[in-house]
């Protein structure tokens, strides 16, 4: 069974860290893109940031770029979001997806 379980959400100040993972399971995410989306309250869900396959290549929205870092560690079959100087509007549930499946989402508040 295909399933994503994003974890590492939570509330931090802003200009702090955070580091989200997303285990996959029943498939292996080598061959596959991976992503990270959010939804902010009263906001359409939008991409974040895009891994490739093979070659690893990033994708960043651009209010993220030089913030935020997608990874991945296949032999744990885990993607991963690094957010540092994380600002208020980061505010959302942020989710996993892959092989045209999505996880359950893990919230991120920024607040002081």
């Known amino acids: 069974q295909v399933q994503l379980v994003e974890s590492g959400g939570g509330l931090v100040q802003p200009g702090g860290s955070l580091r989200l993972s997303c285990q996959a399971s029943g498939f292996n995410i080598g061959p596959y893109t991976m992503g990270w989306y959010r939804q902010a309250p009263g906001k359409e869900r939008e991409l974040v940031a895009t891994?490739?396959?093979?070659?690893?290549?990033?994708v960043y929205v651009d209010s993220v770029k030089g913030r935020f870092t997608i990874s991945r560690d296949v032999a744990k079959n885990t993607v991963y979001l690094q957010m540092n100087y994380l600002k208020p509007e980061d505010t959302a549930v942020y989710y996993c997806t892959g092989l045209t499946r999505w996880g359950q989402g893990t919230q991120v508040v920024v607040s002081s």
């Open positions: 891994i490739s396959d093979s070659i690893g290549s990033e």
